[in-house]
């Protein structure tokens, strides 16, 4: 094992000095995408996890200024950040006297509906911009590094028949060279490319659920301030 090991790294300090180069930039590829990748999925986990606490004890909240309480001390998730953002308009909007009833008693009118769904949209656009942030790199080392590969690939061929050219001759220990660089920057560029697009995927549903998470909470946001409107104009 050690000597096969020890084979590849002389295969690799033997390249030539353009084969050297695609592997260095494959190598930050590689390195750059696991780390976005352990960054990512620890972020969206944690901001997932809070979601579900805020979610659960909002509901159990006998009242909004308790559930925004709670949304500061879950800094990481997304639902308390859109609920803290809203919250915040509303609280505005009451001290203006416009749009909604808010808890003081002070009635409004619809435009502040109207003005918190937009808050609600910003925000939710901007949790799930944040949550997207890093990874389209990983779409981009998945689809471009076997293409990164493939030019090693074709360089150490290339490589090979100048070698063959060179010294009139076929056989193996005049192709191996040029062969073994092209295997290994086509190697490396799969492994590249393969976990940064499975990382993509995933994290790409992870967000779209998370999305639809925060839309089916603002929708039933709206319609806790929209029922407190109608039950404090129906004087009850």
């Excluded at 790294?9 to 084969?19: L, T």
């Excluded at 061929?157 to 290994?184: C, D, H, R, T």
Aim: proline share 2%; charged share 15%.
């Amino acid at each position: 094992m050690a000597h096969e090991t020890l084979g590849i790294f002389q295969m690799i300090s033997g390249a030539g000095p353009v084969v050297k180069l695609v592997l260095l930039t494959l190598l930050f590829f590689s390195i750059t995408s696991w780390t976005i990748i352990i960054l990512k999925f620890r972020s969206i986990g944690r901001a997932h996890k809070e979601s579900l606490i805020f979610v659960e004890t909002f509901w159990k909240s006998k009242n909004l200024s308790d559930a925004y309480s709670l949304s500061k001390e879950l800094t990481l998730s997304c639902t308390g950040t859109v609920f803290r953002t809203a919250y915040s308009e509303l609280k505005k909007l009451s001290s203006a006297g416009v749009g909604v009833t808010g808890e003081n008693g002070t009635s409004m009118g619809g435009s502040g509906i109207d003005n918190i769904r937009r808050t609600l949209r910003r925000s939710t656009s901007q949790e799930v911009t944040r949550l997207m942030q890093l990874t389209p790199f990983l779409a981009t080392a998945g689809s471009t590094a076997p293409f990164i590969g493939l030019f090693g690939t074709v360089w150490g061929i290339m490589n090979s028949f100048q070698g063959i050219a060179y010294k009139g001759s076929a056989s193996l220990a005049v192709v191996a060279p040029g062969i073994a660089e092209a295997l290994i920057a086509t190697a490396m560029g799969l492994v590249v490319a393969i976990p940064s697009v499975i990382a993509y995927n995933y994290f790409s549903q992870r967000i779209r659920i998370i999305e639809v998470e925060l839309n089916n909470f603002s929708a039933d946001f709206l319609n806790i301030i929209e029922r407190d409107i109608l039950r404090k104009g129906n004087g009850k």
